[in-house]
């Protein structure tokens, strides 16, 4: 195994595998992703080619096994892609870690027929997948949702709405989840597979977002969408489990994304603070400038490394409940600090929709709310470090 000498200094050494996705992302994000960003930004426009093309490099599967048409990677070398690609466009980042996301479901919960028919398409990258789990009365308390399903024969029938549901209009496939009895709690939460052209199943509006706009997101209509029993993920009552555990991994990817997206805004910012003039001087030899860059660089390592411990806990199959927790709410809080910062340095230009640390910035508040707010991951922490003690540290 080679040493990325680039990367020893973080503690951690990188495969010659690793280094190579890594590098050939990288390549990919700045020469393919990054130029039609801000276009893609305003016209609220999401560009289907790019996630064909990141099927052809092997990404919309990397982390899954080859016999399912993976690249049997794993969840490090996943961060390490997805790093690259957010600190091009956090749009198309979002969009894959979604459909990375969907994946999981049915990698980890679903049947052997289920995962051979329904995997391969969207590890090549030709059919792409959503999660739908928001509803108007549930977001982060996801035990309280209400779309219902009721038994019909072969089929189930699906009725209510979701919402904030990313990848919606483009996606083939959708894992969504539903109750079957809503008086049993989390008891009667399931998760199916619904195809886009099911009967009864339609977009409803479409979200007007802040910021990630090249990514689409809509509500979802059921009007007793017929959706077939082979299509139940596990069995009633295993919904909430196969959502849990999927965000667990989906936290990971959302942290290596923020850690691009915040990487980016330090690069922008230093190079601007070396051009820029005032006083007679450029505005990076001003102590209170260099003490902004310096916070900025300390984050972005800090985040790095706790995204990079929770994907190689999963990858050893060890708990991560609490690792990606603290990975996703401290990646997600550095890029909101880093961004906001970055606009700072620039100034009045930082603030002119002209220059790209305005879209980073608005791009980074999104990362504090979806897959669990962050206050929400404290909780999650908090309730780790105290159940920790009480077995005794």
């Known amino acids: 195994m080679a040493v990325d000498h680039a990367t020893a200094r973080d503690g951690f050494a990188l495969s ?117 789990l928001t509803e108007p009365e549930a977001g982060s308390d996801a035990a309280s949702l209400s779309l219902a399903a009721r038994r019909d024969g072969d089929d189930y029938l699906l009725t209510g709405t979701k919402i904030w549901i990313t990848n919606a209009g483009e996606a083939a496939r959708y894992v969504v989840f539903a109750t079957v009895d809503r008086s049993k709690g989390r008891a009667g939460i399931t998760a199916f597979v619904v195809e886009a052209d099911t009967l009864g199943f339609r977009l409803g509006s479409k979200e007007r977002k802040m910021g990630i706009r090249g990514t689409s997101a809509h509500e979802l209509v059921f009007e007793e969408a017929r959706v077939p029993a082979a299509n139940l993920l596990g069995e009633e009552g295993d919904g909430l489990k196969v959502a849990l555990s999927a965000l667990g991994a989906g936290r990971i990817s959302i942290a290596g994304a923020c850690t691009g997206l915040a990487r980016s805004a330090l690069e922008l910012a230093t190079r601007y603070a070396l051009q820029r003039r005032q006083f007679g001087r450029a505005i990076a030899d001003h102590a209170m400038v260099q003490a902004m860059l310096a916070e900025m660089a300390v984050g972005v390592d800090a985040a790095r490394l706790l995204t990079w411990r929770a994907a190689r806990l999963r990858d050893a199959g060890q708990p991560i409940n609490s690792a990606s927790s603290m990975a996703k709410w401290y990646a997600s809080d550095v890029a909101m600090r880093v961004t906001t910062d970055a606009v700072q340095i620039y100034g009045g230009a930082g603030y002119s929709r002209d220059n790209p640390v305005e879209r980073l910035m608005r791009d980074a508040k999104g990362a504090q709310i979806y897959e669990g707010t962050n206050q929400v991951h404290r909780l999650i922490v908090a309730q780790h470090v105290l159940e920790t003690m009480r077995r005794g540290g």
């Not at 890594?22 to 790019?50: C, F, H, I, K, N």
């Not at 993976?70 to 894959?96: K, P, Q, R, Y």
Request: aromatic residues 6%.
């Open 16 to 132: 010659d595998d690793e280094r190579s996705v890594r590098d050939t992302v990288r390549d990919w994000a700045q020469r393919e992703v990054a130029p039609g960003a801000a276009q893609r930004d305003e016209e609220e426009r999401y560009d289907r080619s790019l996630f064909e093309r990141a099927g052809e490099l092997g990404l919309t599967g990397l982390p899954y096994p080859e016999e399912l048409g993976g690249a049997g990677m794993g969840t490090f070398a996943w961060v390490l892609a997805i790093e690259e690609i957010a600190a091009a466009d956090m749009g198309m980042a979002v969009s894959l870690s979604v459909h990375i996301l969907s994946q999981l479901c049915i990698f980890g919960h679903g049947s052997d027929e289920q995962k051979q028919r329904l995997l391969p398409g969207m590890t090549a990258g030709r059919e792409l997948g959503a999660f739908a």
